[in-house]
C-alpha cells in the first residue's frame, strides 16, 4: 500500500475516523482534503476519546504529519477551539504536527450566520444543514469572495479585502434577511481572536506532500461525509457542498498530480442518515428506536438522532461505484448482534418497476425498498478478532455485502476501539 484515500461509501458517519486512526500507523502524511467542521468523527484509542470535527485523525500518531488542504472549509474559530479542546485531553498539537494549507479558503463569521437565516428562510423545506456555514462558504469561494487562509500572512491585503467583502456581503445580510451588518471591528476583533491562532499552522502544503511522495512516504487522504452526499453524485440537493469521492483527493489536498493506489471505502453495516432528504430503508418508531439505541446514532457534532435502517445494497453498490474503491472497510457488524433476522434492501421500486440501479434523485421520493431476510447469529462478536471465528451467520451477511457491492471486503470492524478489528 503507498497512498491511500479512505472515503465514506454511505451517508457519512460510516466510521471512517477510526479506519483512519487504526491505518495511520503505516502512513506519513494524513490529508483532509474537502469539507470542513459540519460533521464529526469520533475516535477511541489508548489517548481517549475524541470527537474530530476539522483535525485529521492522525492527529494521535507520533511523527504522522496531518494537513488540511485548500479544499477543506477553514473555519478558524472552530478549529482553534478544537485544537484547544483535543490539546486539553493530553494530545500534542503544534505547527510541526498540523498544517494548513495557506491556499485554504477560510470560513468567515457570517457564514454561518447565513446558514441559520437561510435555514429559517426555508422553514419546512430546510435542507437540514448543520449551520456551521459550509454551504455559504462553498458559495463564496466559488464566486470568489472570500480569503486564502495564506493572506492572514499578509495583513495590509487581508484588511483591504476583507473591506471590500464586508461592504458586498451587508448587501445581502442587510437587503436579503433584514440582519444586522457586520462591522470593520467585528473582523479585526476576528482576525485578532481566530485568525491569528492559526497563522503559525500555515504553509504551503502542496509542496510538502510533492516532497512527501519523492521522498517515498506514504500519504492518507481523509474524506468527510459519503458518497451519496457528494455534491455532483449525491442526493442533490440535500447534498453537503463539496465533493466527498477520492478522485477529488488530489485536488482538495494540494497536491493535484498525486496518484492514489487504494481507495478503502467505510460502508456501515446498516443504514444511517443525518438531516433531511430521500432515504429509502428508513425505518420508524421502536424498530428504529432499537437500532438507533443499538448503534448508539446520535451526530457527534449536533447529537441530533440519526435516521437508521437497514443495509441498503442499492445504494451502497452506487457508492462503491462513485468513490472506485478497491477495498471495503465495514463497520458496526457488531450492533446487528441483537438482531434475530437481518433485513437486507436488495431492490428499489420505482414507479411501479423493480431496479437495482440507483435512481436519479428526483426519483428518489418515490422508491420504495424491497426487503429480504437473512439469518442473525444471536451472540455477541465484540471481542472476535479472527475472520474464522466469527459464526457462521455474520460471515454470510459479510459475504452477502461483498457480493451485492462487488468489491472486497478487507476490513470487518467490531467495535469502536482501534483494536476491535478483523483483517481478511
Ligand atoms: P465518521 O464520521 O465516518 O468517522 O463516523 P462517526 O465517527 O460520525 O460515526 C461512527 C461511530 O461509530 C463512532 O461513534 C465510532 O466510535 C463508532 N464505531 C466505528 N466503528 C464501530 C464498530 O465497528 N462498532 C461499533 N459499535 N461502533 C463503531
Given at each position: 500500500?503507498?497512498n491511500?484515500?479512505?472515503?465514506?461509501?454511505?451517508?457519512?458517519d460510516?466510521?471512517?475516523?477510526?479506519?483512519?486512526?487504526?491505518?495511520?500507523?503505516?502512513?506519513?502524511?494524513?490529508?483532509?482534503?474537502?469539507?470542513?467542521?459540519?460533521?464529526?468523527h469520533?475516535?477511541?484509542?489508548?489517548?481517549?476519546?475524541?470527537?474530530?470535527?476539522?483535525?485529521?485523525?492522525?492527529?494521535?500518531?507520533?511523527?504522522?504529519?496531518?494537513?488540511?488542504?485548500?479544499?477543506?472549509?477553514?473555519?478558524?474559530?472552530?478549529?482553534?477551539?478544537?485544537?484547544?479542546?483535543?490539546?486539553?485531553?493530553?494530545?500534542?498539537?503544534?505547527?510541526?504536527n498540523?498544517?494548513?494549507?495557506?491556499?485554504?479558503?477560510?470560513?468567515?463569521?457570517?457564514?454561518?450566520?447565513?446558514?441559520?437565516?437561510?435555514?429559517?428562510?426555508?422553514?419546512?423545506?430546510?435542507?437540514?444543514?448543520?449551520?456551521?456555514?459550509?454551504?455559504?462558504?462553498?458559495?463564496?469561494?466559488?464566486?470568489?469572495?472570500?480569503?486564502?487562509?495564506?493572506?492572514?500572512?499578509?495583513?495590509?491585503?487581508?484588511?483591504?479585502?476583507?473591506?471590500?467583502?464586508?461592504e458586498?456581503?451587508?448587501?445581502?445580510?442587510?437587503?436579503?434577511?433584514?440582519?444586522?451588518?457586520?462591522?470593520m471591528?467585528q473582523?479585526?476583533?476576528?482576525?485578532?481572536?481566530?485568525?491569528?491562532?492559526?497563522?503559525?499552522f500555515?504553509?504551503?502544503t502542496?509542496?510538502?506532500?510533492?516532497?512527501?511522495?519523492?521522498?517515498?512516504?506514504?500519504?492518507?487522504?481523509?474524506?468527510?461525509?459519503?458518497?451519496?452526499?457528494?455534491?455532483?453524485?449525491?442526493?442533490?440537493?440535500?447534498?453537503?457542498?463539496?465533493?466527498?469521492?477520492?478522485?477529488?483527493?488530489?485536488?482538495?489536498?494540494?497536491?493535484?498530480?498525486?496518484?492514489i493506489d487504494?481507495?478503502?471505502?467505510?460502508?456501515?453495516?446498516?443504514?444511517?442518515c443525518?438531516?433531511?432528504?430521500?432515504?429509502?430503508?428508513?425505518?420508524?418508531?421502536?424498530?428504529?428506536?432499537?437500532?438507533?439505541?443499538?448503534?448508539?446514532?446520535?451526530?457527534?457534532?449536533?447529537?441530533?438522532?440519526?435516521?437508521?435502517?437497514?443495509?441498503?445494497?442499492?445504494?451502497?453498490?452506487?457508492?462503491v461505484?462513485?468513490?472506485?474503491?478497491?477495498?471495503?472497510?465495514?463497520?458496526?457488524?457488531?450492533?446487528?448482534?441483537?438482531?434475530?433476522?437481518?433485513?437486507?434492501?436488495?431492490?428499489?421500486?420505482?414507479?411501479?418497476?423493480?431496479?437495482?440501479?440507483?435512481?436519479?434523485?428526483?426519483?428518489?421520493?418515490?422508491?420504495?425498498?424491497?426487503?429480504?431476510?437473512?439469518?442473525?447469529?444471536?451472540?455477541?462478536?465484540?471481542?472476535?478478532?479472527?475472520?474464522?471465528?466469527?459464526?457462521?451467520?455474520?460471515?454470510?451477511?459479510?459475504?452477502?455485502?461483498?457480493?451485492?457491492?462487488?468489491?472486497?471486503?478487507?476490513?470487518?470492524?467490531?467495535?469502536?476501539?482501534?483494536?476491535?478489528?478483523?483483517?481478511?
Amino acid at each position: 500500500m503507498s497512498n491511500c484515500a479512505i472515503v465514506g461509501i454511505n451517508w457519512g458517519d460510516e466510521g471512517k475516523g477510526r479506519m483512519v486512526d487504526l491505518l495511520t500507523e503505516k502512513f506519513n502524511v494524513v490529508v483532509r482534503y474537502q469539507g470542513g467542521g459540519n460533521a464529526g468523527h469520533t475516535v477511541i484509542n489508548e489517548k481517549g476519546k475524541f470527537a474530530l470535527h476539522l483535525l485529521p485523525s492522525g492527529i494521535f500518531r507520533d511523527g504522522v504529519i496531518n494537513i488540511l488542504g485548500n479544499g477543506v472549509a477553514v473555519d478558524a474559530e472552530s478549529l482553534w477551539n478544537e485544537i484547544e479542546a483535543v490539546r486539553a485531553q493530553g494530545v500534542a498539537i503544534t505547527p510541526e504536527n498540523l498544517k494548513i494549507s495557506d491556499r485554504a479558503s477560510l470560513l468567515l463569521p457570517w457564514h454561518r450566520e447565513l446558514d441559520s437565516l437561510e435555514e429559517a428562510r426555508l422553514a419546512d423545506k430546510k435542507y437540514g444543514s448543520t449551520k456551521q456555514g459550509i454551504a455559504p462558504f462553498y458559495s463564496d469561494k466559488y464566486q470568489k469572495k472570500t480569503v486564502m487562509a495564506g493572506e492572514l500572512l499578509y495583513p495590509d491585503h487581508l484588511f483591504s479585502h476583507l473591506a471590500d467583502l464586508l461592504e458586498w456581503k451587508n448587501l445581502t445580510l442587510t437587503g436579503v434577511y433584514g440582519a444586522k451588518p457586520y462591522t470593520m471591528e467585528q473582523m479585526t476583533e476576528w482576525v485578532k481572536n481566530y485568525g491569528e491562532k492559526i497563522k503559525p499552522f500555515l504553509c504551503d502544503t502542496g509542496e510538502l506532500l510533492q516532497n512527501a511522495q519523492k521522498n517515498g512516504k506514504r500519504i492518507l487522504f481523509e474524506a468527510q461525509l459519503g458518497s451519496l452526499r457528494d455534491l455532483d453524485y449525491g442526493i442533490y440537493p440535500y447534498t453537503t457542498s463539496s465533493n466527498t469521492t477520492a478522485a477529488y483527493a488530489p485536488i482538495g489536498s494540494g497536491f493535484p498530480g498525486a496518484r492514489i493506489d487504494e481507495v478503502i471505502g467505510v460502508v456501515k453495516a446498516y443504514s444511517t442518515c443525518v438531516g433531511e432528504g430521500p432515504f429509502t430503508c428508513e425505518w420508524f418508531g421502536k424498530e428504529a428506536e432499537e437500532l438507533r439505541e443499538a448503534g448508539f446514532e446520535y451526530g457527534a457534532k449536533t447529537g441530533r438522532p440519526r435516521r437508521v435502517g437497514p443495509i441498503d445494497f442499492v445504494a451502497t453498490r452506487y457508492g462503491v461505484e462513485v468513490q472506485a474503491a478497491t477495498n471495503i472497510a465495514l463497520t458496526k457488524l457488531d450492533v446487528l448482534s441483537y438482531m434475530k433476522k437481518i433485513p437486507i434492501c436488495t431492490r428499489y421500486i420505482v414507479n411501479g418497476k423493480e431496479t437495482d440501479r440507483f435512481p436519479f434523485p428526483a426519483l428518489l421520493a418515490e422508491a420504495k425498498p424491497v426487503i429480504e431476510y437473512m439469518d442473525g447469529w444471536g451472540c455477541d462478536i465484540s471481542k472476535v478478532r479472527r475472520w474464522e471465528d466469527l459464526p457462521e451467520a455474520a460471515r454470510r451477511y459479510v459475504e452477502a455485502v461483498e457480493k451485492a457491492i462487488g468489491c472486497h471486503i478487507g476490513y470487518v470492524s467490531v467495535g469502536p476501539e482501534r483494536e476491535s478489528i478483523i483483517l481478511r
